[in-house]
């Protein structure tokens, strides 16, 4: 519900405060769809759909994410994807264009909104994440091997629901285990028993095989180095456990009550590195450098000769974030933490963003089918 940033600290989330987040979405190659994003509670319920919706579609290429929310709201959202794509009924229904995410309230209950969720978007063809809100202590066992099986059970309930309204619907095994502070009731993340129930989550997805979805999930409040830490705990939790969709992955404060801006940045930086170490070498012969080897003298170095030449500006990982200048360099420019120098990035990157061109006729008639049901009086979270 709330956006945070430097400049203006946190507050509740507008419409902009949505398109901007989309707009970073869209710019960031690592990043592979649009996720959950901030609330713009500026608009009502019953009409926010249709903004955020609309956002997604004109300002990004990148599959949407739809919440369930009743099946009113859930086919106006069909409806405009159709629309958008350029597409009939049949080809929308033929392979997956967007996604939601089913929370169990756990223990063992599927709520009526999230179960028409699933109906709706197995009926349609489209991806339902079904993840059990299983918090060890609180809303599931507090043991993690117990707190894996509830998580278990309830994803298969969902699962199977999927399976019987449409066989062969596309789901993904989702996973949200941890633990709370035993002290506090808060949930807690990038902790030693949430990178446990990520491994254990990982093997029960293959398991049954489906894709699984984790997360890197943090609980503090400020993008910081608890942030910072608590995001690498939960990554690695997923990425070693063999994760397909990591949701959650930049911006995250708070336990997802608070989207930062900065966060957005540095969870980027982060994650392209995650992507660079897991892109497998090339070990061919040039690659080897056995020439460049026998060509520089002992002692010497590898600055100026040929194979360095031929690669240096590609062959190492260039950070957005990080400053790898001296400390008298680094005083110069303004002594800017990690923190401020994100404020700067994704203040340029908004400032420069180009949408992608979303064909003319589909988008007046997209903005002739929001106006419409605006003015039928939108649609009622169920």
Request: some cysteine; glycine content about 8%.
């Amino acid at each position: 519900p709330h956006i945070s940033d430097l400049d203006h600290g946190k507050r509740p989330a507008t419409l902009e405060d949505t398109r901007n987040i989309i707009k970073l979405c869209e710019h960031f190659d690592v990043i592979h769809l649009q996720s959950p994003n901030v609330e713009s509670q500026d608009i009502p319920v019953h009409l926010r759909h249709y903004r955020v919706t609309e956002s997604q579609l004109s300002l990004s290429q990148k599959p949407s994410f739809i919440y369930s929310r009743g099946t009113a709201q859930v086919e106006d959202a069909f409806t405009m994807t159709r629309i958008a794509y350029g597409l009939s009924e049949e080809e929308f229904q033929a392979k997956p264009w967007c996604y939601t995410v089913i929370n169990t309230n756990s223990p063992r209950q599927l709520d009526i909104p999230m179960c028409q969720g699933i109906i709706d978007f197995a009926r349609a063809g489209q991806v339902s994440v079904i993840t059990p809100f299983t918090l060890a202590g609180a809303m599931a066992p507090v043991t993690m091997p117990g707190a894996l099986v509830l998580q278990h059970a309830e994803a298969l309930a969902g699962i199977a629901l999927a399976q019987i309204v449409r066989t062969g619907a596309p789901v993904i095994y989702g996973s949200f285990t941890s633990n709370v502070d035993m002290k506090s009731g808060s949930p807690a993340f990038g902790t030693p028993e949430f990178v446990q129930a990520a491994f254990g989550a990982g093997q029960l997805a293959r398991h049954i095989g489906l894709p699984w979805r984790g997360s890197a999930a943090t609980a503090s409040n400020a993008p910081d180095e608890q942030a910072v830490y608590e995001f690498l705990m939960s990554a690695w939790g997923s990425v070693l456990g063999g994760v397909n969709l990591m949701l959650h992955s930049a911006g995250w404060l708070e336990g997802g009550l608070t989207g930062s801006m900065e966060k957005y940045i540095l969870d980027i930086e982060m994650l392209q590195i995650f992507a660079e170490i897991f892109d497998p070498l090339n070990s061919d012969n040039t690659e080897l450098a056995y020439e460049a080897i026998a060509s520089v003298e002992p002692g010497s170095h590898f600055f100026g000769c040929e194979h360095t030449m031929q690669r240096y500006q590609t062959a190492f990982y260039e950070p957005l974030v990080s400053d790898w200048s001296n400390f008298g360099q680094w005083t110069d420019s303004g002594s800017k933490t990690a923190t401020q120098r994100a404020n700067g990035i994704w203040k340029k990157i908004l400032q420069e963003f180009e949408a992608p061109v979303l064909d003319a006729a589909r988008l007046e008639e997209l903005t002739e089918f929001i106006e419409r049901r605006s003015a039928e009086g939108g649609a009622a979270v169920a």
